[in-house]
């Protein structure tokens, strides 16, 4: 009897706790944990009715209901047609009376966000359709105002046709690949600023502005893509690294009247930045200017006649200024412009002078997202983390500064699409423990309809016993408080063991991943390290966002240093939890991280037993200009921040494990990176582990890339941190 209350002991709760095994092929395979998304509405312009795109089909259908409420095109139906025209296409977008639709056709990606493809014009009155341009692939085709006209970038050249004559007019003709570019951006404008398109028709038509970059001057750098031929295949692109040539960006309107252009008169020096271009509902060209440093900001006013600029406003910043857009307001009485200069970003109207008007947010906490204006009811929407740096809130308040509303409901990450009136909104949101729900709300935030609640993840985390995630706060040596989130195994096999730790980091400058928010892929990893024995933790390092800007820039021209020293403080108090072995310690970062995971394993190599680095920065010189001087200026004006902090210089501190990982065809941290830190550990005769991935960018995907890498990383944890043999989880 004795033996059998033993056994009942050792085994029922076993069973109890039993519960289904989450593996690599059901993350990164099987799409078993997908969680459905609601893709972005193409709303128009009555603000009640969106369209999307269904094969070949643009369907309509009611916001408020759901229903199909009609089909606005189908391909198969079109009576006349332009030769290449084959009936498929891969976007669409809309005139400004919806009465044309550009059809965009076999998109190819260039860089992040860019892509280049075949367009045509669908004329809903005369049902035909044409094509936008013979010959090659064009980018960026926007209709004017009117829609009468199409203006569009082609071999690095600005175009537009008229519609109505079926006029082609190329307006600049010096472009040149690796040299000059007419109306859209370079590498890094795109890659940094997120500026892609780099021209606007004017309010009324008649104009159009365009950004030249003239790229002569900027170093090349060379990756190689192997297809199977004899040699690999070379793509060169411009990349200025730090303290190299950048383009020099010249602004230029052209007139479709007197078809002459002009230069506009910005007073830019050829080191500074013009990330933005947009129109006043007067018809003055507004652009942003800032000087290489980022610390010094402009919004200038540009005559459209002459090109002479008057200074609108102007920010100067001890640290760095991020780049906001700015909006003007319809009715011509002044902007809305986002500023940091009370320590927190808030939210400010300005008349047309650039005076102040009012402030519309204000208090100890940060506006994450401004979603606009709407000028008919006098109201603005937002998204901001007041009630803790964690969460996101939406909010409403008057053009006035007054009567500020939260009109979101539950706790956790909320964010919002406004229909073109603002009458409803898509709302988004999560929890660190449950996956996003999308529902339409109306302007109030009353609840109009469920779109995808992704009840069958919910019931999945149920089915497989994962566990639930949990904040955490602890304060550094220096009583600095810090945020987390922690997994913690509840099987009975680990009750009363000393469990390993995986850390996982990113921690750059105002990022966060300690939100109240869905993981996405990568909770479901951490959930299957949790089944297997694993603790898993992630702080948010000083540097990082939703705290002020205090908190977010005091890492200025030191990278690295304080968000090192913090990771390494979370270590060692994780290390003192009765469930955590203090000597099994490992951490995980890709990108920023990567250079994270690299400095902790180095610096903290007393604490850090094992970290995987994912195209990680090694050496700060050899990133971009535009991020890396915003935050550490030039190794000219900084050695020692670049010195002290680049994990390349510490090679030989190398006391555990550590698997460095990348991507061959990396455009944004080149594998440059990876291959001169490898050097650098030879040198000093330290041993790592390494996996290169042939013709994979910084993101690493597609052909399997993706569970390949995960099935290294989780071996490489079971070899190093668990002790397991080589092999332990395969494919």
């Known amino acids: 009897m004795q033996l059998l209350l033993r056994l009942l002991f050792v085994f029922v709760p076993a069973l109890l706790f039993s ?133 569009f970038v082609v071999e690095n050249d600005l175009y537009f046709k008229d519609l109505t004559s079926g006029q082609t007019l190329q307006l600049t003709h010096d472009g040149k690949t690796n040299q000059i570019i007419n109306g859209a951006s370079d590498w890094v404008y795109e890659e940094e600023f997120e500026l892609i398109r780099a021209f606007e028709w004017s309010t009324d038509g008649s104009k159009i502005a365009f950004l030249r970059f003239d790229e002569s001057a900027v170093p090349e750098m060379t990756m190689e893509m192997y297809r199977g031929g004899a040699y690999p295949e070379l793509v060169t692109f411009k990349y200025p690294k730090v303290g190299e040539q950048n383009a020099v960006v010249t602004a230029w309107i052209y007139d479709l009247n007197t078809r002459k252009t002009i230069q506009v008169n910005t007073g830019a020096a050829p080191d500074d930045y013009l990330p933005r271009i947009v129109w006043t509902p007067q018809n003055k060209l507004c652009l942003t200017w800032m000087n290489r440093h980022q610390n010094h900001l402009k919004l200038l006013l540009a005559d459209s006649g002459t090109g002479n600029c008057t200074v609108l406003l102007e920010e100067k910043n001890k640290y760095y200024i991020d780049l906001h857009n700015v909006t003007f307001l319809a009715d011509g009485s002044g902007f809305v412009w986002p500023s940091e200069k009370s320590g927190f970003n808030h939210l400010y109207k300005h008349d047309m002078a650039g005076k102040e ?35 996101r809130e939406l909010y409403s308040v008057k053009l006035n500064g007054k009567s500020l509303k939260k009109i979101s409901k539950e706790k956790g990450f909320q964010s919002a699409q406004f229909s073109s009136t603002f009458d409803y909104y898509v709302n988004t949101f999560s929890t660190l423990n449950s996956p996003p729900r999308y529902v339409v709300r109306d302007r109030k935030g009353k609840e109009v309809r469920a779109l995808e609640q992704n009840a069958a993840v919910a019931h999945k985390q149920s089915e497989y016993g994962t566990v639930p995630v949990e904040f955490f706060n602890f304060k550094t040596s220096e009583q600095v408080s810090l945020n987390g989130w922690m997994i913690k195994p509840n099987a009975p096999q680990f009750q009363n063991q000393k469990l390993p730790l995986l850390m996982f980091v990113y921690g750059g400058p105002g990022s966060q991943q300690v939100t109240d928010a869905w993981k996405g892929a990568n909770y479901w990893w951490f959930q299957m390290l949790a089944q297997q024995g694993y603790v898993v933790a992630c702080v948010d390092n000083r540097g990082t966002g939703g705290r002020g800007e205090e908190f977010k820039k005091m890492t200025y021209q030191q990278l690295g240093k304080l968000e090192t020293q913090d990771q390494i403080e979370a270590a060692r108090y994780l290390g003192t939890l009765p469930f955590v072995d203090p000597a099994r310690v490992g951490i995980f970062g890709w990108s920023y991280g990567g250079y994270m995971s690299s400095l902790c394993l180095l610096k903290g190599r007393d604490v850090f037993k094992s970290a995987i680095a994912v195209a990680p920065v090694t050496n700060w010189k050899w990133y971009d200009t535009i991020y890396t001087e915003r935050y550490m200026r030039t190794n000219k004006e900084n050695p020692d921040g670049y010195e002290q902090n680049s994990p390349i210089n510490f090679a030989d501190l190398l006391k555990g494990n550590y698997l460095l990982v990348h991507g061959l065809a990396d455009d944004n941290v080149h594998f440059q990176h990876t291959a001169e830190m490898a050097n650098a550990l030879i040198a000093k005769n330290k041993q790592f582990d390494t996996m290169i991935y042939p013709n994979r960018n910084h993101g690493i995907g597609g052909g399997n890339a993706k569970i390949h890498l995960y099935t290294l990383m989780t071996n490489f944890l079971n070899e190093k941190l668990k002790g397991e043999a080589k092999g332990t989880v395969r494919p």
Not at 362 to 385: I, M, P
């Open 357 to 391: 008007v009012a402030a519309l947010t204000k208090g100890n906490w940060d506006v994450t997202s401004f979603y606009g204006v709407d000028e008919r009811n006098g109201l603005l929407y937002f998204q901001a983390a007041a009630e803790t740096p964690m969460r």
């Open 19 to 151: 519960q289904k095994q989450i593996t690599l092929e059901d993350i990164w395979v099987n799409g078993t944990f997908q969680a459905k998304g609601v893709p972005g509405f193409n709303f128009q312009k009555d603000g009640v009715h969106y369209t999307r795109l269904s094969g070949a089909v643009i369907e309509q259908y009611d916001l408020r209901t759901g229903e199909k409420s009609g089909v606005i095109f189908d391909a198969a139906t079109v009576p006349t047609a332009a030769p290449g025209w084959k009936g498929v296409f891969d976007g669409y977008s809309f005139s400004g009376d919806e009465s044309k639709i550009l059809l965009k056709v076999n998109s190819e990606p260039i860089y992040r966000w860019s892509t280049k493809a075949d367009f045509f014009v669908f004329d809903s009155k005369t049902k035909k359709i044409t094509a936008l341009h013979e010959g090659s692939k064009q980018r960026y085709a926007t209709f004017s105002p009117d829609g009468s006209k199409v203006a």
